[in-house]
T-cell receptor
Framework: GENVEQHPSTLSVQEGDSAVIKCTYS??????FPWYKQELGKRPQLIIDIRSNVGEKKDQRIAVTLNKTAKHFSLHITETQPEDSAVYFCAATPYSGAGSYQLTFGKGTKLSVIP | NAGVMQNPRHLVRRRGQEARLRCSPM?????VYWYRQLPEEGLKFMVYLQKENIIDESGMPKERFSAEFPKEGPSILRIQQVVRGDSAAYFC?????????????FGQGTRLTVV
């Protein structure tokens, strides 16, 4: 099945600096790559996603890049703010057979933005 | 639209008891996914259901765990004879169709504690 590796597991940056989180996946059939943000004790929420027909997508301070050849995708947060502090999860959608497209998540990156 | 509703938010069970976790998907969503999250870890896929059908249960333990999504009412994740290792946060997500290229919306989770 699909295997998603995420690095780093923890990341501390100064407010205003950029943060980059990287993920690799194993199943070349995966074609949808969402990123979720989870604040302590709360639900994961989608912040940005990318599909396999594009290489980059940007939404204000957040951007995601995808390299299908290398099977990796990255999250970039610019001008970080304290409220960006959370755990970020990448995910990939492999095809599991019988019409199943379930998300496989990385283990998460705990981002701390230091004021 | 109230979003994905899970209840209870917190559940305490003694070893050997049964735990029943409920998930009501967003209005118009017919696809439900259950994930388990251990402390400091990512989300592990358990089971994917559509109305009255289990599509993929490859992530669910073979014993003690079962899931259903009846024609009427919420999806239920049932854990029989709970053990301490079942303590975790259980998240439900729903989507209007399979998560290939569509966002999955998460509920607030049920935090199960086995004492």
């Amino acid at each position: 099945g699909e295997n998603v590796e995420q690095h780093p597991s923890t990341l501390s940056v100064q407010e205003g600096d950029s943060a980059v989180i990287k993920c690799t996946y194993s199943d070349s059939a995966s074609n949808y790559f969402p990123w979720y943000k989870q604040e302590l004790g709360k639900r994961p929420q989608l912040i940005i996603d990318i599909r396999s027909n594009v290489g980059e997508k940007k939404d204000q301070r957040i951007a995601v890049t995808l390299n299908k050849t290398a099977k990796h995708f990255s999250l970039h947060i610019t001008e970080t703010q304290p409220e960006d502090s959370a755990v970020y999860f990448c995910a990939a959608t492999p095809y599991s057979g019988a019409g199943s497209y379930q998300l496989t998540f990385g283990k998460g990156t705990k981002l701390s933005v230091i004021p | 639209n109230a979003g994905v509703m899970q209840n209870p938010r917190h559940l305490v069970r003694r070893r050997g008891q049964e735990a029943r976790l409920r998930c009501s998907p967003m209005k118009g969503h017919s696809h439900v996914y259950w994930y388990r999250q251990l402390p400091e870890e990512g989300l592990k896929f358990m089971v994917y259901l559509q109305k009255e059908n289990i599509i993929d249960e490859s992530g669910m333990p073979k014993e003690r765990f079962s899931a259903e999504f009846p024609k009427e009412g919420p999806s239920i994740l049932r854990i029989q004879q709970v053990v301490r290792g079942d303590s975790a946060a259980y998240f439900c997500a729903s989507s209007p169709k399979g998560t290939a290229n569509t966002e999955a919306f998460f509920g607030q989770g049920t935090r199960l504690t086995v004492v």
